[in-house]
């Protein structure tokens, strides 16, 4: 390697977009506003107040954070630095974080104390290992990096950090088992952002509103409105009024929702005085989307929609187009998108083999985008890239035009009487029902079939109906169109599913509710 580095690093394009753009605003909202300018400022102030506190290329940071600037910048110093950053989801438990914190050898602790004072202070008691914790205002536990970095004065920002250097060490959701470290050097993560720059249909003016966590999929989303000059609006927490306000005041013309914060806004009583007409995308993803809510969102929100397919392991991989969300083909509600120009897909058997076109086979990808290995996990890293391929979990089927239709996760396939069952299908089908918000089928113990078919349903919010003639409505809809053998042997009304901390229905503590003290065979 000469002096001249042999390829980018992510934190070097992030310095450039700071670098470039000079007096424009960077972030507005929570947190405060800061011009480009300002932000590349401040990330040198915090790489010489790291520095100073021992910090060296090749060690990993840890962000426990709101929907800040302060805290994401602080998190472009760190990496600049050279150092490996892993995120906290905000809404975590306690027990996942501190996980986090030992599996991933976590070496300095960042934490937001204006909003996590008290979880901060858990985390740094329990985790011996850690050399220093930064906290983003006055904490008797940390180094105030706010402050030392005003007493630190004005400090050019420095790249350290190689092109073959650990970027992004990011923890999966764990809704299948135990959390695991998705690696990507930095080679990955400048493909990531490059391929959401590609096959995004970004506006031209991107003001983008970042209300889901910027620890995960929305911050994903920072990185190429910087690179196009535009300006991020933090938001903290979602709130519906907030939202439909910040879209009319700020003039949103892109945001990220995963389907829940979509449906919230559809059912809320404000939506339809909003003025959203500075909004030109509405990505969502993360979760699958009923295809009719999806429908009211086009009637009612606009021809904004576009959907984004991806996981921690391989991002970005499909996307379904503003032009593909057309209702005069509303097959293609229920696609997760066709590839994304820069990766391979293929429907794989169980023997890594193709499966024959119109066929269920497991999503698995190639392409720059995907992660290096799972951290400490050679065996799961090798199961995982088993026949040269990433391989999703998730079960899709292909049109002739390639794009995807997922089915559901391949370990939440539902095996009743020696018949396979993708909740995904039935849970379509259920969401149809004018009365019905939101559904979770899931498999529960039964000792005739094995697995039963049960839908777990919430009500649309002030829908006035009949239990028991909802229930046998719904197992009447789904048998009509999808045979008995799909049709739920029960529905349970309820006031809400449990959501994991990214939104998605937790399928597995539904699952131990029905389960508890006996075993589940999966596919």
């Known amino acids: 390697m000469s002096e001249l580095q042999q390829g980018l690093t992510y934190a070097g394009l992030m310095l450039r977009a700071l670098a470039r753009w000079g007096d424009r605003v960077a972030f507005s909202g929570y947190g405060g506003g800061y011009t480009y300018a300002q932000s590349l400022d401040l990330v040198g102030r915090y790489q010489a107040v790291m520095q100073g506190a021992g910090a060296v290329r090749g060690q990993r940071i840890a962000l426990l954070n709101a929907n800040r600037a302060e805290a994401w910048l602080a998190g472009i110093a760190a990496q600049a630095l050279g150092l490996c950053a892993t995120a906290l989801h905000p809404l975590g438990a306690y027990e996942d974080q501190q996980f986090i914190l030992e599996d991933g050898e976590i070496d300095f602790l960042f934490v937001d104390t204006e909003n996590y004072l008290e979880k901060g202070a858990q985390l740094a008691a329990a985790t011996g290992r ?31 950090a190689q092109p073959d250097d650990n970027a992004m060490l990011g923890y999966t959701g764990g809704t299948t088992g135990k959390s695991k470290g998705a690696m990507r050097r930095n080679h990955s993560y400048v493909a990531l952002f490059n391929a959401v720059l ?44 907030a939202v439909l306000d910040a879209i009319e005041s700020e003039r949103i013309s892109a945001v990220l929702m995963v389907p829940t914060m979509v449906n919230i806004l559809l059912d809320h009583p404000k939506l339809d005085d909003a003025d959203l007409s500075s909004l030109e995308l509405l990505i969502y993803g993360a979760a699958p989307m009923s295809p009719t809510r999806l429908l009211e969102g086009l009637e009612r929100i606009g021809p904004v929609f576009s959907q984004l ?90 049109d002739d035009r390639g794009y995807l239709y997922i089915v559901d996760r391949k370990k939440d396939m539902i095996i009743t009487g020696g018949f396979n069952v993708f ?24 000792d005739k079939w094995g697995e039963a078919v049960k839908a777990v349903v919430v009500p649309r919010p002030n ?61």
């Open 423 to 446: 909740p995904r299908e039935v849970e379509d089908v259920i969401t149809t029902d004018p009365a019905v918000a939101m559904a979770a089928v899931i498999g529960v113990p039964d």
């Open 198 to 241: 590609a096959d995004f249909e970004w506006p031209e003016d991107i003001v983008y509103l970042a209300v889901a966590p910027i620890s995960h999929v929305g911050g994903t989303k920072i990185p190429p409105t910087l690179l196009r000059g535009g300006r991020v609006h933090m938001q903290h927490g979602f709130n519906p009024d």
């Open 463 to 523: 829908a006035r109906i009949d239990a028991d003639a909802l229930i046998q409505r719904l197992i009447q809809r789904v048998r009509d169109a999808k045979g008995a053998v799909q049709a739920p042997k029960s529905v349970d009304i309820v006031a809400e599913i449990p959501l994991t901390p990214l939104g998605k229905p937790d399928k597995k503590a539904l699952r131990e509710t029905y389960w508890a003290g006996r075993d589940r065979r999966v596919g």
């Open 130 to 160: 850690l050399r220093q914790v930064f906290t983003l205002g006055p904490a008797d536990y940390g180094l105030d990096l706010r402050a030392s970095a005003e007493a630190a004065g004005a400090v050019s920002a420095h790249l350290l």
């Open 309 to 398: 397919y991806g996981q921690t392991e391989g991002y970005p991989l499909t996307v379904l187009r503003k032009a593909d969300h057309s209702k005069d083909n509303p097959e293609l509600f229920a696609a997760c998108g066709s590839p994304c120009a820069s990766v391979q897909i293929a429907l794989l058997d169980d023997d890594g083999q193709p499966v024959p076109g119109g066929d269920v086979g497991e999503i698995c990808a190639r392409g720059p985008q995907v992660m290096d290995s799972y951290w400490n996990r050679p065996e799961q890293t090798a199961e995982t890239f088993a026949h040269g391929w990433l391989h999703t979990g998730d079960m899709a089927w292909a």
